[in-house]
């Protein structure tokens, strides 16, 4: 099992940069793979970005590839993602994930550990 913790949202302009930290303790981090997901009020939790065991493979939503990249430090068992050129709905709270698979998906309910979530507000 993982323990996951979020940090560094906040309230930022659009066309700003926020960088998100999710940190794991538990498990073997680089025996997951690690996902960033979003959620605004009223919809459904989305998909924003994924990244392989090693580092090497990197996946994203189609509404944020370009500005969005995702990361990892396993030495840290860290996982970031760099928010760039952010857009007011772009404003959700921001989820770290871990599946135990090493198979690619960006379907909520097959990661199996969750992070409580931080709160990212962009301003028009």
């Known amino acids: 099992q993982v323990q996951l913790g979020e940090s560094g949202g906040g309230l930022v302009q659009a066309g700003g940069s926020l960088r998100l930290s999710c940190a794991a303790s538990?498990?073997?981090?680089?025996?997951?793979?690690m996902g960033w997901f979003r959620q605004a009020p009223g919809k459904e939790r989305e998909f924003v970005a994924a990244?392989?065991?090693?580092?090497?493979?990197?996946y994203y939503g189609d509404s944020v590839k370009g500005r969005f990249t995702i990361s990892r430090d396993n030495a840290k068992n860290t996982v970031y993602l760099q928010m760039n050129s952010l857009k007011p709905e772009d404003t959700a709270v921001y989820y770290c994930?871990?599946?135990?698979?090493?198979?690619?998906?960006?379907?909520?309910?097959?990661?199996?550990?969750w992070g409580r979530g931080t709160q990212v507000t962009v301003s028009s």
């Open positions: 990244i392989s065991w090693s580092g090497s493979r990197t």
């Open positions: 994930a871990a599946r135990t698979s090493p198979i690619y998906t960006p379907v909520v309910r097959l990661y199996q550990y």
């Open positions: 538990g498990r073997t981090f680089s025996d997951y793979l």
